[in-house]
């Protein structure tokens, strides 16, 4: 009877560590997030977003909803613009957009329209899903008087838009753009990254040429 009870606890044993194996197997862990360099990011965004902000304006950041499909390099980021806003004492509003996880990371035409039109011309948009690229019915609608607005392109963006026209029609007031990876053998913020703004249509064609090089 005690060897039946004693066959019995390490045949459970052996199911038990069969069963974690193969969860381990089929749920891979996910991949390592460099904190630090997505907090620089954010530190940059928000740095950007604070210079061009009026007094007593607010920022509003476009974030991708991240609690069905996590995103923890994104939620660094947020975090960190979040922190840089508080310690200067700036409110801060954050719309989270839902997103096909399997689709470029961009904010839809029609969603980045209404957070515009929504937004009043004293606050700040920070989007962490790339530069509003608007259908030109929607540019039309907008009032003269709107946000200003600084835009993180991750991955391909910044070569799948024209950023100085961007500029050029006021959409766009600063940018962080992807560098050539192929030139860049480090891992940090400078050698990876790019921030570009306009204040003329010179520095414009400046910013255009910044971002062309993402592609060469």
């Keep these: 009877m005690r060897n039946r009870k ?33 907090s620089e990011i ?11 902000l009026p007094s007593g304006g607010e920022i509003v950041i476009i974030a991708r909803e991240t609690e069905t499909y996590p995103q923890p390099a ?3 980021s947020l975090k960190e613009v979040q922190k840089q806003a508080r310690r200067a004492g700036v409110n801060v509003t954050v719309k989270r957009i839902q997103l096909d996880p399997l689709r470029s990371v961009e904010v839809p035409p029609g969603d980045f329209y209404e ?5 009043k ?16 019915e929607q540019r039309s609608k907008l009032q003269k008087e709107r946000p200003k607005i600084v835009a993180l392109c991750t991955g391909n963006l910044a070569e799948q838009t024209d950023l100085g026209e ?11 753009i992807r560098k050539d990876s192929a ?6 913020f400078d050698q990876l ?13 400046i910013a255009a040429k910044e971002a062309q090089k993402a592609v060469n």
């Design 183 to 188: 030139r860049s053998s480090g891992e940090s």
């Design 121 to 136: 011309g004293n606050q700040v948009i920070v989007s962490l899903l790339g530069p509003p690229v608007l259908e030109p």
């Design 6 to 38: 004693a066959i019995d606890a390490l045949s459970l044993s052996a199911i038990f560590i069969s069963a974690g194996i193969i969860a381990l197997s089929v749920w891979a862990l996910p991949p390592k997030v460099d904190s630090k360099l997505f």
């Design 193 to 205: 990254y790019a921030a570009v703004k306009s204040d003329s249509v010179e520095s414009a064609k």
């Design 115 to 119: 957070v515009i039109r929504r937004t």
């Design 42 to 52: 954010g530190i940059v965004l928000a740095r950007q977003a604070l210079e061009l």
């Design 166 to 176: 961007l500029f050029r029609g006021g959409l766009l007031h600063a940018a962080i």
């Design 74 to 76: 994104m939620d660094v």
